[in-house]
């Protein structure tokens, strides 16, 4: 019998609005539209069967797999019920289920193929496998995403979905259905009032994007860590589709890649991508983590810090940095935040305070300044961004906080200084909102001369250490 191979792996988001209203918004419109190109790839590529991995079917026991043939029901999503009901009949290839399990299994993975009548399917199934397989031509599969599997468990998980295309024979096309950013408004917004949640979400999105515009992957597959030090909202939702979809395409940047769309919806980043394999030699990577054949219970891999120096183990756990390990008086510096400038540390210990040094937006391993330095060498004034140099500089107090014990929500009091108060108030005012809207914490803000490095601002802090 022939190999089976993946063809074609698409990227989808998985909220219902492209397929129940994409008249409301010309963004859920272009998605919808992206979707019927999407559909049509899949034609062209001449796929014999539809592998989804959903990360809005969520499992804890292990990774689970839809094995009831024709699974049919009305579904309705428990947060946009008002839209309106999705029914669905689907064709589920019940002998590849078998299969998926089987190869997961020999990989070290728990997991089960469940096939009960009325079992409920996810709406990112429904919605993805609605629009790119209206008419029920293809048989498809349907796997879930453990919502605590770490970075190495996915990986595996993908490279057993590969094990299983082989050994079936088939031309496959793979679906990963998640949004990008998945923050989203938490009160009902109307259509008009769509946009992404927050710039940092739009400029770690359109990153993402133009590395799959390029084919990049496996880069992609790497760029978490980076990504988690900068996202205020630190989950691995967005990378576990990137994660597995690696896995299952197999770990290489060798893609024709090309973004469909990218728009909002409910404040989340939304992109329908399609990857289709290159028959040339495989790209180079630019990153280089740690491969994984088979799993082995190791959920450690996001509980890490990146050092400073990169002969440094990469891995070593984030221990001792919690409250209970921070004595009376005890200074401290996080490995994850830049380095000081001066002879002092990130934060000292008082009682149940902790207090912070002055910090600012600087990047922790390359010192470079987000939004742009101030001055160059020479001391000429640049133009620079703000809004950049401020999230950039309240990510890294969140650093120092989490690594110290501590959290944003247990700031009390912040002192911001600011090298040009008309300049840049209204857009440091405008982020610091956006982070502390809800915190609430005391606030000064001053004007000074001057910074000791070509930086526009700086925050000191003083937090509750966590009981």
């Known amino acids: 019998m022939t190999e089976g191979e993946v063809v074609l792996g698409l990227f989808v988001p998985a909220h219902p609005h492209p397929l129940l209203c994409p008249e409301k918004n010309p963004g859920w419109a272009r998605l919808r539209e992206a979707y019927e190109q999407a559909r049509m790839i899949i034609e062209e590529s001449e796929a014999e069967l539809i592998l989804v991995y959903s990360t809005l079917w969520t499992s804890i026991i292990g990774h689970q797999f839809q094995g009831l043939k024709e699974p049919e029901w009305v ?12 029914p669905y009949k689907f064709q589920i290839d019940t002998d590849f289920a078998d299969e998926l399990v089987i ?86 917004i109307e259509p008009h009032q769509e946009k992404i949640h927050s710039q940092k979400d739009d400029e770690w999105n359109r990153k993402i994007l133009e590395f799959l515009g390029e084919g990049r992957l496996e880069d992609v597959s790497q760029l978490s860590r980076e990504i988690h030090q900068q996202i205020r909202v630190q989950k691995v939702v967005a990378f576990k589709p990137m994660w597995w979809l690696a896995g299952v395409m197999g770990q290489h940047n060798n893609f024709a890649g ?17 990857l289709i394999p290159k028959l040339d030699d495989v790209g180079d990577k630019e990153y280089d983590e740690d491969d994984v054949e088979t799993y082995r219970g190791d959920r450690n ?42 002879a002092y540390p990130h934060a000292r ?77 209204e857009d440091y005012n405008t982020i610091y909102a956006e982070y502390f809207n809800e915190i609430q914490p005391t606030r000064t803000t001053l004007e000074i001369s001057a910074l000791p490095t070509a930086i526009a601002v700086e925050m000191k802090v003083i937090a509750k250490l966590n009981k």
């Open 258 to 274: 090309k973004v469909h769309a990218y728009e909002s919806v409910h404040g989340a980043g939304c992109a329908v991508v399609s």
């Open 103 to 188: 190869s997961a299994k020999s990989r070290g993975l728990e997991s089960r193929v469940v096939s009960y009548y009325g079992f409920p399917i996810d709406t990112g199934s429904v919605v993805a496998l609605s629009l790119l397989n209206p008419d029920n031509r293809l048989p498809s599969g349907i796997c879930s995403s453990n919502m605590y599997s770490n970075r190495a468990e996915t990986i595996v998980l993908g490279k057993s979905a590969n094990d299983a295309i082989k050994k079936s024979g088939k031309k496959v096309a793979v679906v990963v259905v998640s949004s990008l950013s998945n923050r989203m408004f938490t009160d009902k």
């Open 349 to 425: 210990r008082v009682g149940d305070l902790l207090y912070l040094s002055g910090v600012g937006p600087r990047q922790p391993k390359s010192n470079a300044i987000p939004g742009g330095p101030v001055k160059d060498s020479t001391g000429k004034k640049l133009n620079y961004n703000m809004k950049a140099q401020t999230i950039a500089c309240i990510e890294n107090v969140k650093t120092i906080l989490e690594d110290s014990g501590s959290s944003m929500e247990d700031i009390v009091d912040i002192t911001s200084f600011l090298i040009d108060m008309d300049r840049d108030f």
């Open 301 to 342: 891999v996001l509980d890490t810090i990146i050092t400073e120096n990169e002969n440094e183990d990469p891995h070593i756990q984030n221990e001792d940095l919690s409250e209970e390990n921070l004595s009376e008086g005890e200074k401290f510096s996080s490995s994850r935040a830049p380095k000081p400038v001066g």
């Open 75 to 86: 579904h309705v999503d428990h947060d946009f019920h008002y839209l309106g009901s999705m």
